[in-house]
């Protein structure tokens, strides 16, 4: 009875090496693919170069199908194997090729930042301030146009307005975010400016 449960430890054991290196050899054919590419991926934007990762994973467990099914059910039917075998080969990567991994992080930063909406700035007089859905704060600039501002988030300053503390034709300065939202009485979309600052002057 000892020697067949020795037996069965042994070989899971040994199953278990076995699937660890598959992750192993994996994550150096998906590295070895993803640099071939790498010249071209520099250029991409970073949803291509996902996809590209994506297909290197799947090129890499179409060679190895039965040692990757044999640890993680079949990637192709099983929820959430497919995103879990890209989990882990992704972890893998940190070791063995960090710098194309490195790639990916970097493309993914950059490409969020030049999605963010730029802080944009004002100066002019306050026109009126009405309690609507929104607080509304109309501001006529220099050049005397007139601006329509939201109330959206917190800043620093926002007791600025949220306590009264500025009035019809006080000077201001402010800070501002523009972002297109749908109107439904217009039953369109349109640009809103959101109050990101505002300073008296």
Not at 87 to 94: L, N, P, T
Not at 106 to 116: L, S, T, W
Not at 140 to 150: E, V
């Amino acid at each position: 009875m000892k020697k067949l449960l020795f037996v069965f430890v042994l070989s899971l054991f040994c199953l278990n090496a076995k699937s660890q290196d598959i992750l192993d050899v994996l994550t150096k054919e998906v590295c070895s693919c993803v640099n071939e590419k790498k010249e071209a991926l520099k250029s991409s934007a970073a949803e291509q170069m996902q996809m590209q990762l994506g297909l290197c994973i799947v090129s890499s467990y179409s060679n190895h199908e039965k040692e990757v099914t044999a640890k993680y059910g079949d990637i192709m039917e099983t929820e959430g194997a497919m995103e879990k075998l890209g989990s882990d080969v992704g972890m893998k990567m940190v070791g063995i090729c960090p710098d194309l991994l490195m790639m990916f992080a970097d493309m993914d930063a950059a490409e969020a930042e030049a999605e963010e909406s730029p802080v944009l700035t004002m100066e002019g007089k306050i026109v009126e301030i009405k309690s609507e859905q929104f607080l509304t704060v109309i501001v006529k600039d220099n050049s005397g146009r007139n601006h329509t501002l939201l109330l959206l988030t917190f800043f620093e300053d926002s007791n600025l307005l949220i306590e009264n503390k500025l009035k019809k034709n006080d000077k201001v300065s402010v800070q501002y975010w523009e972002q297109e939202f749908y109107d439904p009485k217009a039953k369109d979309f349109r640009y809103y400016k959101g109050i990101q600052g505002i300073k008296k002057i």
